[in-house]
């Protein structure tokens, strides 16, 4: 199945990726909102894709958090070890969000799967400018910082705007400037409109959106109608070798437009 995914292109995924301009996407059958066994599909795409992408040897993963992305991680397979050695990088610390959606416990469910390593990085999301400075040097953060820096691969979730304020806990003023300013989505902490200009970044340590765009893959995972807007906008400031795997939901209403 693997081969003949990467050979047959549909000619939405190719339309799709045409219009998005980015390097290539893939669509699973059915919506996520409507209850469709889509995330399970995401994930095995996901698993063979970097089963075909990833270099023998070593390779750092970046992952980041979200309910897409536990989920996705569920699907990866031990073959993805198979003359490579896998290190799962969490891109944020903590989130205030439930333990089993933070990027820890992402990178910790991938490399129990693949039978690979993890490493943690445990540092609160929301800090103060003078609190975090210091940590940055510490001996448990520093290492895992450099190995997100010369990471070459990541894998993330998007999501919509109100969703993800509410969820990352922005305060009033914030999530009041970004429904004025017609936020649309938010990937790597950062908020964004319509036309794709950055609103609002939430401030953390870790991956960036200016960090990926010098790495040699990067994932984007996310599916639904619902998530259509988000994808499309996100899109005009993603890495151009971005790899959306998506489902009908949003695929068909981007690809209406
Ligand atoms: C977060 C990612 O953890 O998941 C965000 O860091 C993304 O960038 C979000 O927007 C998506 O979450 P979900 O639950 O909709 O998959």
């Given at each position: 199945?693997?081969?003949?995914?990467?050979?047959?292109?549909?000619?939405?995924?190719?339309?799709?990726a045409?219009?998005l301009?980015?390097?290539?996407?893939?669509?699973?059958?059915?919506?996520?909102?409507a209850?469709?066994?889509?995330?399970?599909?995401?994930?095995?795409?996901l698993?063979d894709a970097?089963?075909?992408?990833?270099?023998?040897?070593?390779?750092i993963?970046?992952v980041?958090?979200?309910?897409t992305?536990?989920?996705?991680?569920?699907?990866?397979?031990?073959?993805?070890?198979?003359?490579?050695?896998?290190?799962?990088?969490?891109?944020?610390?903590?989130?205030?969000?439930?333990?089993?959606?933070?990027a820890?416990?992402?990178?910790?469910t991938?490399a129990?799967?693949?039978?690979g390593?993890?490493?943690?990085?445990?540092?609160?999301?929301?800090?103060?400018?003078?609190?975090?400075?210091?940590?940055?040097?510490?001996?448990?953060?520093?290492?895992v910082l450099?190995?997100i820096?010369?990471?070459?691969?990541?894998?993330?979730?998007?999501?919509n705007a109100?969703?993800?304020?509410?969820?990352?806990?922005?305060?009033?003023?914030?999530?009041?400037?970004?429904?004025?300013?017609?936020?649309?989505?938010?990937?790597?902490?950062?908020?964004?409109?319509?036309?794709?200009?950055?609103?609002?970044?939430?401030?953390?340590?870790?991956?960036q959106?200016?960090?990926?765009?010098?790495?040699?893959?990067?994932?984007?995972?996310?599916?639904?109608?619902?998530?259509a807007?988000?994808?499309?906008?996100?899109?005009k400031?993603?890495p151009?070798?971005?790899?959306?795997?998506?489902?009908?939901?949003?695929a068909?209403?981007?690809?209406?437009?």
């Open positions: 199945p693997l081969a003949n995914r990467f050979l047959g292109l549909t000619s939405q995924e190719k339309l799709l045409e219009r301009n980015i390097e290539r996407c893939f669509i699973v059958r059915g919506d996520r909102t209850g469709d066994a889509v995330t399970k599909q995401l994930g095995t795409i698993n970097l089963a075909k992408l990833l270099p023998e040897g070593n390779n993963i970046v980041m958090g979200g309910s992305m536990a989920s996705v991680a569920a699907q990866l397979t031990p073959e993805l070890s198979v003359s490579r050695k896998l290190t799962f990088v969490p891109g944020r610390g903590g989130i205030g969000e439930s333990v089993n959606k933070q820890n416990s992402v990178a910790a991938m129990k799967r693949t039978h390593e993890a490493r943690p990085l445990y540092i609160p999301e929301q800090l103060s400018e003078s609190t975090y400075h210091p940590l940055l040097n510490e001996p448990t953060v520093k290492p450099e190995l820096k010369h990471a070459g691969v990541a894998i993330h979730g998007i999501g109100g969703v993800m304020a509410r969820r990352r806990g922005v305060n009033e003023e914030i999530s009041n400037y970004l429904r004025k300013a017609k936020a649309v989505g938010e990937a790597f902490g950062s908020f964004y409109n319509k036309e794709g200009r950055i609103l609002y970044q939430v401030h953390r340590i870790g991956l959106l200016n960090d990926v765009q010098h790495f040699n893959h990067v994932f984007a995972v996310a599916s639904g109608h619902d998530k807007q988000a994808i499309e906008s996100y899109m400031i993603a151009h070798q971005t790899i959306l795997i998506t489902d009908e939901g949003a068909n209403v981007i690809l209406k437009k």
